[in-house]
């Protein structure tokens, strides 16, 4: 049964308890780049793993297989329709592209014309529209500019970006493309990507609105909670604090922005404040 579906159909946002979201990118070089990621996972990350790379349509593939060796967690090529559930990694089959609509990933149809076909993108796109915040998009070796657009839309809901470092990758195209959208949060060597990726997941669930409102009262009351929480995850994350608390109090509390200030200015401030 063809669990096809059109992307455009309305989805469910994912429950409370629904797992972390982190889609992985990545083209040519990228076996050796997901086997040194995947080193650095630890056992019970809490967090479901989506792995998009560039396959032929007219060849079987072995990539889950591959990696299996190299990963604590569960490996599964996608070949239906399958839950999502944290602790596993997910690997896109040949000849389809895979989107996540609700809580589960399901394969859709394939671009005919070839140079249409942009299977990070894809991912992305439907990993931001029915995640919202709740998601991370990670752009590795590779050739060309797919996943580019797809971080601008992860971007634009709140997730969480992050691209390899294009000094170390293999193949610095799409890295470099991604970076050059202006939109991505982190670029980091390889192995120092779970790390961060994972710490915004933390931050996600442990960050509470009340807290923030209370260090930061003057500011917080001119903007809305949903964007409030989406900055200060992504700047919680990005400075590596774990505990969402403890960012909270030691960057908003003394921060001099007021509420003229745009979000640039406000993260110019409290990065600076907490690197001190």
């Known amino acids: 049964m063809d669990e096809s579906t059109d992307d455009r159909t309305p989805v469910e946002k994912p429950a409370k308890n629904e797992p972390m979201v982190i889609g ?13 990621f995947f080193a650095h996972v630890p056992d019970k990350p809490g967090a479901a793993f989506v792995v ?50 609700d809580t589960h990933l399901r394969l859709t149809s394939l671009e005919e014309r070839r140079l249409e076909r942009a299977p990070i993108d894809h991912f992305f796109r439907t990993l931001a529209s029915s995640h919202d915040g709740n998601s991370i998009g990670i752009i590795l070796t590779g050739t060309g500019s797919d996943g580019a657009q797809g971080v601008k839309e992860i971007k634009a809901c709140g997730g969480l970006t992050i691209v390899q470092d294009p000094a170390e990758a293999d193949y610095d195209g799409m890295p470099r493309s991604a970076i050059a959208t202006g939109l991505v949060d982190l670029i980091l060597p390889l192995e120092q990507i779970p790390k961060a990726a994972l710490g915004f997941g933390i931050t996600q669930r442990n960050c509470r609105f009340r807290a923030i409102k209370t ?3 003057r500011f917080c009351n001119g903007y809305c909670k949903k964007s409030l929480l989406r900055f200060t995850r992504a700047r919680a994350a990005i400075l590596v604090a774990i505990n969402a608390r403890q960012f909270c109090g030691e960057s908003l509390v003394e921060c001099k922005c007021d509420k003229s200030s745009n979000w640039r200015t406000i993260e110019r401030s409290c990065v600076n404040r907490h690197r001190r």
């Open 24 to 36: 992985i990118g990545a083209s040519a070089g990228g076996l050796a780049a997901l086997k040194t």
């Open 52 to 101: 998009v790379v560039h396959l032929s349509p007219d060849h079987q593939s072995h990539l889950a297989e591959l990696l299996q060796p190299h990963v604590r967690l569960p490996v599964h090529q996608v070949s239906e329709l399958t839950p999502l559930e944290k602790d596993h990694v997910y690997v896109i089959p040949p000849g389809r592209n895979l989107s996540t609509i």
């Open 215 to 217: 260090r930061w009262m």
